[in-house]
C-alpha cells in the first residue's frame, strides 16, 4: 500500500526503492500488478497476441490427444499448422496436456512366463488362511 501510495505522488521507483527498502523491481512489478484506487490486484492483459484461432487450438488439442506418443515437432506436422514447438506447448498447456515421458512397459520373456506360471501352479491351492500367514 506504501509503495502504491509513494507511486501516485509521481515519485521515482528508484525513490521509492529507496524509501520503502526494497528493489526497484518489486517497486515496479508491485506498481504493475497492483490498483491504486482499490488496492486489489489487477486483472494482468495478454501481452502476447495469439498466433493460432480457436478453431486450430480444436485441432491441435484433438492431435495430441490422438498421437499422445509423439514429440511436439511431429504433432506440428501431423496437424498441417505452421507454428513454432513453444506455440504448441503453450496451447496444450492452457487445456492442462501437459509433455511427459512415458513409462516403458517391461518386457515379458518366455523364461518370465514359465516363472509366474510356475508360481502360480505352486499356489494355487492355497486357502485365505495360508495368505494370512505370509501377510
Same mark, same amino acid.
Given at each position: ?21 526494497? *528493489? &526497484?523491481? #518489486?517497486?515496479? %512489478? ?11 490486484? @489487477? ?40 507454428? *513454432? &514447438?513453444? #506455440?504448441?506447448? %503453450? ?11 512415458? @513409462? ?32
Amino acid at each position: 500500500m506504501r509503495i502504491l501510495t509513494l507511486a501516485h505522488t509521481s515519485l521515482s521507483n528508484r525513490a521509492i526503492a529507496d524509501k520503502v527498502g526494497r *528493489s &526497484q523491481s #518489486t517497486v515496479s %512489478r508491485m506498481i504493475r500488478a497492483y490498483d491504486y484506487e482499490t488496492f486489489g490486484h @489487477r486483472d494482468l492483459t495478454r501481452i502476447r497476441k495469439r498466433k493460432t484461432t480457436k478453431h486450430e487450438d480444436r485441432i491441435f488439442t484433438r492431435t495430441a490427444k490422438t498421437y499422445g506418443d509423439q514429440a511436439f515437432h511431429d504433432i506440428i506436422h501431423i496437424s498441417g499448422i505452421k507454428v *513454432s &514447438q513453444t #506455440t504448441l506447448r %503453450r496451447q496444450l498447456k492452457e487445456v492442462e496436456l501437459y509433455s511427459r515421458v512415458r @513409462r516403458r512397459k517391461p518386457v515379458v520373456t518366455s523364461r518370465y512366463k514359465a516363472a509366474r506360471l510356475c508360481w502360480a501352479r505352486k499356489y494355487q491351492n492355497w486357502t485365505v488362511e495360508d495368505w494370512m500367514r505370509v501377510i
